[in-house]
T-cell receptor, first 111, second 112 residues
């Protein structure tokens, strides 16, 4: 399956800072998803996006489905220590079973 | 809430053994998936199933097989375990095609 280009690979930030990460693809997707994985756990769905241009929030998290359908970004505002983990983007093509995942952004938050 | 349960969190097996990883979901989902997760490589799809007794190869099926005899249960089988199959294995399920997948907590498998 196609690997998405997710950046940055890792981020070291201070508590209270805002965070931005993004994901790009050479293919068009009809669904963009963002997951978070805590150490030793499975990924948990944070936000699902279904329309180009859609902007969706979940608490301090905001994600957008790019207009070209080939990219998405995730913002975290006012980071806290429990935001630590790996954030994955994922894309699904129309009518497909498979989900394509990015390699993940590892977030470290210093209190 | 969707619950995807993997039978073991940690497993240690020996080279050449036949290994079974079990996954159960309780939300009547149609589709189930097995991934392996390795540092720097993200999640790679091994096999998936879209119905009972139906299976499709993913991106890295070599050395693995699967079984789905009941809708709620999807098993991953390592026919003859090798050290390069040491990894984190994640099971996921989704209600229908195109719906987001929900993951279990993973099985960290070590092959010695």
């Amino acid at each position: 399956g196609q690997q998405l280009n997710q950046s940055p690979q890792s981020m070291f930030i201070q508590e209270g800072e805002d965070v931005s990460m993004n994901c790009t693809s050479s293919s068009i997707f009809n669904t963009w998803l963002w997951y978070k994985q805590d150490p030793g756990e499975g990924p948990v769905l944070l936000i699902a996006l279904y329309k180009a241009g859609e902007l969706t929030s979940n608490g301090r998290l905001t994600a957008q489905f790019g207009i070209t359908r080939k990219d998405s970004f995730l913002n975290i505002s006012a980071s806290i220590p429990s935001d630590v983990g790996i954030y994955f983007c994922a894309g699904q093509a129309l009518g497909g079973f498979k989900t394509n995942f990015g390699a993940g952004t590892r977030l470290f938050v210093k209190a | 809430d969707v619950k995807v349960t993997q039978s073991s969190r940690y497993l240690v097996k020996r080279t050449g053994e036949k290994v079974f990883l079990e996954c159960v979901q309780d939300m009547d989902h149609e589709n189930m998936f097995w991934y392996r997760q390795d540092p720097g490589l993200g999640l790679r799809l091994i096999y998936f199933s879209y119905d009972v007794k139906m299976k499709e190869k993913g991106d890295i099926p070599e050395g693995y097989s699967v079984s789905r005899e009941k809708k709620e249960r999807f098993s991953l089988i390592l026919e003859s375990a090798s050290t390069n199959q040491t990894s984190m294995y994640l099971c996921a399920s989704s209600l229908f095609k195109g719906q987001p997948q929900h993951f279990g907590d993973g099985t960290r498998l070590s092959i010695l």
